[in-house]
């Protein structure tokens, strides 16, 4: 069974630092690019970054280029997302999810506020 | 970026009914590759999406013949017939042909 369990969230004052985590398992991780995916409360889906299965090769929105970081350990089945120079509008919940799209994890809590 | 125009915003079904979702993009969903990158999420209430289609028409694993999508370039629809009470919630369309990757607003499935 194929599963994504994201970890790391919570309160954080602007300009702060955050750490997220996306553990995977029932797949080969390795194999496949992820995403990062938030929903700001009440509001759609935003995209906020992708990485390839290798790592080698990054995309992310312009809101938080600059700012956040995704990376991957293949070893350790495990996904990240660095965000630093945290802002209010960050606050969401984010979701790792799998390249297609077809699994996603339960997400996590991120709030940025003083 | 590409910009998911979905309509409508709510959508009222009695159940057993058939219900349609238009999503339309602002560019080409045709991939250099060929494919068209365009999926169908629902999410339920304080869970996380789920996948329901991809790539214009194919049904996730799982997911009922009730559910079907059809369309091609910028103009896709999903249709649901035979409306359960679990499909109830917010549809997304999404688009993964470039970056970055755009949802459309939603759509909520709610009983009349």
């Known amino acids: 069974e194929v599963q994504l369990v994201e970890s790391g969230g919570g309160l954080v004052q602007p300009g702060r630092s955050l750490k997220l985590s996306c553990a995977a398992s029932g797949f080969t991780f390795s194999n496949y690019g992820m995403h990062w995916i938030r929903q700001a409360p009440t509001k759609g889906l935003e995209w906020v970054a992708s990485?390839?299965?290798?790592?080698?090769?990054?995309y992310y929105r312009d809101s938080v280029k600059g700012r956040f970081t995704i990376s991957r350990d293949n070893a350790k089945s495990t996904l990240y997302l660095q965000m630093d120079s945290l802002r209010s509008e960050d606050t969401a919940t984010y979701y790792c999810?799998?390249?297609?799209?077809?699994?996603w994890g339960q997400g996590v809590m991120v709030t940025v506020s003083s | 970026d590409v910009l998911m125009t979905q309509t409508p915003v709510s959508l009222p079904v009695s159940l057993g009914g058939q219900v349609s979702i238009s999503c339309r993009s602002s560019q080409s969903l045709v991939h250099n590759n060929g494919n068209t990158y365009l999926s169908w999420y629902i999410q339920k209430p304080s869970q996380s999406p789920q996948l329901l289609i991809y790539k214009v028409s194919n049904r996730f694993s799982g997911i009922s013949d009730r559910f079907s999508g059809s369309g091609s370039g910028t103009d896709f629809t999903l249709k649901i017939s035979r409306v359960e009470p679990d499909d109830l919630g917010v549809y997304y369309c999404g688009q993964g042909t470039q970056y970055p990757y755009t949802f459309g607003a939603g759509t909520k499935l709610e009983l009349k």
């Open positions: 999810a799998t390249e297609v799209g077809d699994y």
């Open positions: 990485i390839s299965p290798s790592g080698g090769s990054t």
